[in-house]
């Protein structure tokens, strides 16, 4: 059985550098085909993709965020990593993280239960 | 503005068949494989249609998806009460990255 957890702070400052934790099991980084994906969601908005990473470091980025993420994994904590740079009170958002399936680098099958962040003074 | 483009809102009665449209364009839809997700109020989304018109293991038959061209539609057949929810399409873009729609809410009248 596949799960994910997102961990990190609820409450950052505008300016303040954001690291979000993936906790996953029942799946394996290492094992071909597989992937990590980031979304989040904006309070009553729609999900916005921001990065994912595969089995082979394979990564990729928003365009429009591209210079404010990282996402990196560790195989041997079954953990991937997004920082995101440079805060602001518009990237307050529910923050999920989600398992790629080998269907297509969109398939998100198996979804954590998401963590809210805000950005605030 | 979502590359992606849903109608924010659609409804149907108990037992209709409601239809969800995505539009998109060359670089996504009219060249790569359409996504649609379900999302329940309060929970995380849930995969429902995978590779245009594939449902993933435990997704009832009555949701079925399309694509013709540059655009894409979700169809739900025998409308149930807890089909009440926000369907997002997504799309793999050329410009190497992933897109969803701006989700369409979904009313059982």
């Known amino acids: 059985q596949i799960t994910l957890k997102e961990s990190g702070p609820t409450l950052v400052k505008p300016t303040q550098t954001l690291t979000l934790t993936c906790t996953f099991s029942g799946f394996s980084l290492s094992t071909s085909g597989v992937g990590v994906g980031w979304i989040r969601q904006p309070p009553g908005k729609a999900l916005e993709w921001l990065a994912l990473i595969y089995w082979n470091d394979d990564k990729r980025y928003s365009p429009s965020l591209k210079s404010r993420l990282t996402i990196t994994k560790d195989t041997s904590k079954n953990q991937v990593v997004l920082t995101m740079t440079n805060m602001d009170p518009v990237d307050t958002a529910t923050y999920y993280c989600?398992?790629?399936?080998?269907?297509?680098?969109?398939?998100?099958?198996?979804w954590g239960q998401g963590t809210m962040v805000t950005v605030s003074s | 503005q979502s590359v992606l483009t849903q109608p924010p809102s659609a409804s149907g009665t108990p037992g209709q068949r409601v239809t969800i449209s995505c539009s998109g364009s060359s670089s996504n839809i009219g060249s790569n494989y359409v996504y649609w997700y379900q999302q329940l109020p309060g929970t995380a989304p849930k995969l429902l249609i995978y590779?245009?018109?594939q449902r993933p293991s435990g997704v009832p038959d009555r949701f079925s998806g399309s694509k013709s061209g540059t655009s894409a539609s979700l169809a739900i057949s025998g409308l149930r009460s807890e089909d009440e929810a926000d369907y997002y399409c997504?799309?793999?873009?050329?410009?190497?990255?992933?897109?969803f729609g701006g989700g369409t809410k979904l009313t059982v009248l």
């Open positions: 590779r245009n018109n």
């Open positions: 989600a398992h790629i399936t080998p269907y297509g680098d969109v398939a998100f099958d198996i």
């Open positions: 997504a799309a793999w873009d050329d410009s190497l990255s992933a897109i």
